[in-house]
């Protein structure tokens, strides 16, 4: 014992331990290891992998001329469930809708396909997708005219997708503002009678819906992967 007149192992030490090495069974361990109980012991063993959101790109508006613009290449199969958020969301003037595609590397859906979105959770638009032709949305806003030329909303789209197959898109989303609150849900799925949608999501693509319409400048939007634990 040291410090204690009654140790109660081989080696029981009442105070600081300052060492330069440690072993357990005669191992250091691997580089990146750490000391894990065993339940009947310790031992060294592989650190747990943490989830969280991993942030891929950020797409700003430096301009007062931008009615549209793309964020490619932030899609893969690394991750399945993505959240988009904006800063400083807004429109040079007047009330307006802000459309989000869903891209494959080619810039097109390679087969038709239909798909469902719900705006302001009230009612539902549907719509058919043919080869060659681009998605015609999966999610879209409202930029209120409380926020024209001055930015201060926020949107933030919750997407997900499935790839293998056939692909299956959804998406959550809201944009937000002191004078308003704007919710939508979309989905995109397989028709049967039609081909199904077999390409792989790659990048997404934001416009307005009227081109003398444009993004506020200082407008950011940032996407995140989010990784399981």
Same mark, same amino acid.
């Given at each position: 014992g040291i410090g204690k007149n009654n140790p109660s192992e081989l080696l029981d030490v009442d105070g600081t331990l300052n060492t330069t090495n440690f072993k357990v069974g005669g191992a250091q361990g691997s580089n990146g290891q750490v000391l894990t109980s065993t339940g009947s012991g310790v031992g060294w063993a592989d650190a747990g992998g943490g989830g969280g959101l991993t942030l891929i790109q950020t797409a700003t508006?430096?301009?007062?001329?931008?009615? %549209?613009?793309?964020?490619?290449?932030?899609? +893969?199969? &690394?991750?399945?469930?993505? @959240?988009?958020?904006?800063?400083? /969301?807004?429109?040079?003037?007047?009330?307006?809708?802000?459309?989000?595609?869903?891209?494959?590397?080619?810039?097109?859906?390679?087969d038709g396909y239909n798909g469902q979105m719900q705006t302001?959770?009230? %009612?539902?638009?549907?719509?058919?997708?043919? +080869?060659? &032709?681009?998605?015609?949305? @999966?999610?879209?806003?409202?930029? /209120?005219?409380?926020?024209?030329?001055?930015?201060?909303?926020?949107?933030?789209i919750w997407l997900s997708f499935i790839d293998g197959g056939t692909t299956k898109i959804s998406a959550l989303g809201q944009f937000i503002t002191t004078f308003e609150v704007y919710q939508t849900a979309a989905h995109l799925t397989s028709n049967p009678s039609n081909g199904s949608y077999d390409g792989t999501p790659t990048g997404l693509h934001f416009y307005m819906d009227s081109s003398s319409k444009y993004f506020v400048n200082g407008m950011k939007v940032r996407i995140y992967g989010l990784t399981a634990s």
């Open positions: 508006i430096s301009n007062t001329t931008t009615n %549209s613009f793309d964020m490619a290449s932030c899609l +893969s199969s &690394t991750y399945q469930n993505y @959240l988009i958020i904006s800063e400083n /969301a807004g429109i040079n003037s007047g009330d307006e809708k802000m459309f989000c595609l869903v891209k494959d590397s080619s810039g097109n859906v390679t302001g959770l009230s %009612s539902m638009e549907t719509w058919r997708y043919t +080869s060659n &032709t681009n998605i015609q949305a @999966l999610f879209k806003t409202v930029l /209120a005219a409380k926020e024209q030329g001055q930015g201060g909303g926020m949107f933030s």
